[in-house]
């Protein structure tokens, strides 16, 4: 089993910054593939970015060019810097984690965090 524990979350106000860690703990062998999903009220949630293992990314055309995603593999972290940060990308947001090589859109990952709140006030 995994865990994986997200910190970070917060109120901002539009066009600040934020940082969202994320530490997995257990049986981090069995992943690969990690990132940030996230899920404002009345809506689905939604895949904003991931990372492989070796660092190849992903991101939502929605949050392309603002957020970041990395890893430091050493420390069992991702992270997400998120910037320029608007009023819909108020949400929770979960950290994921999977045995693929990569999160795709469509595909549930194994293991997910508790969720971390990011409200963005104009």
């Known amino acids: 089993q995994v865990r994986l524990v997200e910190s970070g979350g917060g109120l901002v106000q539009v066009g600040e910054s934020l940082r969202l860690s994320c530490v997995a703990s257990?049986?981090?062998?069995?992943?690969?593939?990690m990132g940030w999903y996230r899920q404002a009220p009345g809506k689905p949630r939604e895949l904003v970015a991931s990372?492989?293992?070796?660092?190849?990314?992903n991101y939502a055309d929605s949050v392309k060019g603002r957020f970041t995603i990395s890893r430091a593999n050493a420390k069992n972290t991702v992270y997400l810097q998120m910037d320029s940060l608007k009023p819909e990308d108020t949400a929770v947001y979960y950290c994921?984690?999977?045995?693929?090589?990569?999160?795709?859109?469509?595909?549930?990952?194994?293991?997910w965090g508790q969720g971390t709140q990011v409200t963005v006030s104009s």
């Open positions: 994921a984690a999977d045995p693929r090589q990569m999160l795709s859109v469509g595909v549930s990952p194994v293991y």
């Open positions: 257990g049986s981090i062998f069995g992943v690969n593939a």
């Open positions: 990372i492989t293992y070796g660092g190849s990314t």
